[in-house]
């Protein structure tokens, strides 16, 4: 979403359209191709995201947006955990209530299945003591994001998510699980949504260490944009087989090809 249809501010708010995103999915609605924006970011719900798209003109059915949380919802209800100890907003913590499962504030020495990390800009020490006490004892450790930005208007700005888990990983030794991209989960949690395999999938993305590396391994096809966190030569250094199979400028680019190609 950041960086590929939208930019906001380092805080992700005040979002703007990007050239053609708009336009892009007013064809996907016309076409009745099945779509989803599976966003990284946790600082608001799906639900909120969706009704934030909207006000900036985006027609968005009320399921459009998949983040993290939701991710981990799935996979916490199928492991059988029941607290979670939630490093976050209410953007992620909401949809882990939704699922049935207990939410836990990060305060004290819990005891807790799993530790969930997610935009958190109002992280502590005490928050920090908590997570660590939770990981001692026995609890898996969760990140929302392992990258190190995302784009916005200001240009690149550090998420939260890897900071927190680079702090619990060096002090407890816990191994920390991604639950959103580039990790497969994240794809066959579009695909399930989708009800599309994810060969059949075009992903499509402006991070070359997020978007690309997963289509990969979906087998997807891999779409490349420049608005955001990657630039025309973000994957020169890497195998051909780790390229883009398609590398464009913005969505308003990848929407004139289409219509072109089906034309």
């Known amino acids: 979403m950041d960086g590929t249809l ?18 892009m999915i ?29 006000r900036i003109g985006f027609d968005l059915p009320g399921n459009a947006v998949l983040t993290p949380a939701s991710v981990a919802a799935d996979l916490f209800v199928e492991k059988g955990y029941r607290r979670i100890l939630a490093l976050g907003t ?7 209530a939704d699922a049935g499962l207990e939410i836990l504030k990060p305060e004290g020495k819990p005891t807790a299945d799993a530790v969930l990390i997610g935009w958190f800009r109002e992280f ?15 609890a898996k450790v969760y990140s929302c994001s392992q990258s190190l930005f995302f784009a916005t208007a200001e240009g690149k700005t550090l998420g939260t998510s890897r900071a927190i888990a680079a702090m619990i ?4 030794g816990a191994k920390i699980h991604l639950v959103g991209k580039p990790d497969i989960a994240a794809l066959r949690c579009a695909s399930y949504r ?47 087989s780790q390229h883009p199979h398609i590398a464009i400028h913005d969505v308003g680019e990848l929407l004139s090809l289409y219509i072109g190609q089906n034309a």
């Open 6 to 23: 939208v930019l906001g501010d380092k805080t992700n708010h005040g979002l703007n359209p990007l050239p053609g995103a708009r336009e």
């Open 26 to 54: 007013a064809h996907l609605n016309k076409q009745n191709l099945p779509y989803v924006l599976f966003t990284n970011g946790t600082a608001l719900t799906p639900v909120a995201y969706v009704e934030t798209l909207r």
């Open 90 to 96: 209410e953007g992620m913590t909401k949809s882990l």
């Open 124 to 138: 502590t020490m005490p928050a920090l003591e908590s997570a660590c006490y939770a990981a001692w004892n026995g």
């Open 169 to 172: 990983r060096d002090l407890t």
């Open 194 to 240: 989708l009800n599309v395999a994810t060969k059949h999938i075009a992903v499509v993305g402006d991070d070359p260490a997020l978007e690309v590396p997963m289509a990969h391994r979906g087998k997807s096809l891999a779409i490349a944009v420049q608005t955001g966190i990657g630039a025309a030569d973000s994957f020169k250094h890497l195998k051909k």
